[in-house]
């Protein structure tokens, strides 16, 4: 067999690994390969953003729509620095990406070389694994563990990071997917006695309740995870990531849960008697003060990670486990029951809600446009099916209040991380990933200038997404804290705003701004029923605050509806 | 949470970067590293990291998985100081007419097994091995005749539970799912 290079090796690796779609952008030390990529365009397609945080975005938004690894390439130095938040992002959402980087030949390494930066020394907690390769021939094999690691057990980011003269090298190329490291185990081993000790658990529990999170999605474990319920008829409620492994109207789902969520999840994780958490880390926004979190609960918890066991709460039964397994076993093992009067609970409370805080939101008496309304309608005119990916700030958290996500790895959003800017080029991800679905974009006035760049992106690629902003002309979320714990000293949260749908224009989107609720219902059918990229910017309320809301440092018993 | 030493043995790859990816997980937690120390394992290609710390247990424990869940970690494990058998070692140089001028310097590197590495005309370099504390004490002793350098290497310890590191693998590798 001929040699190739190693620039070629790397494309023909992506391909061995069925990779169609790169996010990248190009530079000096990553030429080679963008070279070796001139020749394979009828096999993948490259997607030119406009910001090195905005590829890693897109492959994470494609990622998490498609359920395969989202692939980046980015050039040394500055290329590499921009991809950090969008690795950190994923790091902490546990999204399976692959980046590639270019670096200066190895010859420079350490020397302050022009664009020589120490990525594998900037990304090291940020990633799952990274590597450098230095020699043309060990390419291949570099990036079958990095595509094995990336997708296997918990996921996460991997970043290789290839020197400039190991692209230009010659070698014979060989593809082996990666099957097995002999330091990983990714694939924990079920203890069934520890099922046995849960079903007894949840067998005896006169209100046992259970807390889903992205995992149940990681581990496509929807199907388990529903059945499971459904014979055990204990309760449902979901993290923020969680939302839409669930369907949100069945009879036994009682809602989100964490600082904006409901009401009543909130307030009866504290009367549990036995808390089954799967797929869910008990970040602090889902405890609250976490001393005075579930202290009177049992608590069985599931997670491939086992890092994650006993990490922030003290466990009954701790079970390693991949979520779907488990499930599937802890259903032969629990008995048919029904907590009728314990799920009136959680409708009783949810009756508060509901008279303190979503009657008023979805159907306002107010002069301005109310953010939840619009979602509310959008969620509707969508049916709960459309892919729905959120920015950061108010607009999001009411976004996960009160979209419906029905369907499955719909709801993408920066959830551990909070990174503004990560709506607009992960949309363009998942739309790519979902070329047949509708992808809305949910964004807020400040975040939508943080990647506001990525325009181009979708003017070059014809990328079909819905832009809806939410503009309510403020960092709203921080300027909701200001109002609520530093005395409505709003220090920098007024923005003053470009004209969106002119700039939208200037990208050959169309676009549309409307401030009346009459204009509502109109608007997101057009919005909805364009044939190519559209953005709707909704003018809303100024001084709309999210509630409900745990306090920092409250206890999730001390939710305040108002 | 009462904070005690607990001697940390890591395994690891022999992969570039390795030091750097353990020490993160301590530094983010704002754990100090008392005394580290990296070496080859009895296992060929298997480096071995010895970590002391003062913390309390519960974090350890947690630093503990935290460490397994790198890729390149095989193995990590800790215990308290009564777990193991711990050494380190420690060299004095100090000028040779100050040693050659008193009785008293023979009986002090006697009473402390310390040994004689090397006697050059100018300085001689004296060598102990022991608890911290005995190297402090020589340390103490020999100070009044003008001690030029010390230097004391980190912690080395073994634990004395039986299970070898190859039956750990032995076991992890019997019980692990390829797909
Ligand atoms: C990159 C980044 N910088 C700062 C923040 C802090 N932050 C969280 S929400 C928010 C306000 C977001 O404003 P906007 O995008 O207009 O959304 P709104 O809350 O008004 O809906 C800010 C500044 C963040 N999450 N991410
Ligand atoms: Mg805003």
Redesign the interface.
Known sequence: MSQITGSEAVIKSLVAEGVHTIFGYPGGAIMPIYDALYDYSDKVTHILVRHEQGAIHAAQGFARTSETCGVCFATSGPGATNLITGLADAMIDSTPVVCITGQVASHLLGTDAFQETDV??IS??VT?????VKRAQDIPAALAKAFF?ARSGRPGPVLVDITKDAQFGMMDFNYEAC???????P?P?MDPTKIDDAAVLLNTAKKPYILIGQGITLANAEQELLEFVEKSGIPVASTLLGLGAFPPNHPQYVGYLGMHGNYAPNILTNEADVILAVGMRFDDRVTGDVSRYAKQAKIIHIDI???E???IVTNEVSIHADAKEALALLTTKVERRTHESWIQEFRDAEKLEVEAVIEDAIHPKHDRLQMAEVVNMLSEKTDGQAIVVTDVGQHQMITSRYYQYKAQNTNITSGGLGTMGFALPAAIGAKLGNPSKTVVAIIGDGGFQMTIQELGTILQFKIDIKILILNNNFLGMVRQWQELFFEKRYSFTDIVNPNFTQIAKGYDIEALKIDQRTELSEALDTMLSSQAAYLLEVVVEQEENVFPMVATGASVSEIRLN | MENNTYNISVFTENSVGMLNRITIIFTRRNINIESITASESEIEGIHRYTIVVNEPKETVRKVISQIEKQIDVVKAFYHSDDEVVYQEIALYKLPTKALASGGDAERIVRAHHARILTIESEFTILEKTGYPDEIKELFTELKPFGLLEFVRSGRVAISKPMKTLEEHLEDMNNEKIIL
């Open positions: 594998i020394g090291m907690p799952k694994w990274n590597v450098q690691i099957k097995d490291i002999r330091s990983y185990f694939n081993v990670d086992f890092a066991l006993n990490k």
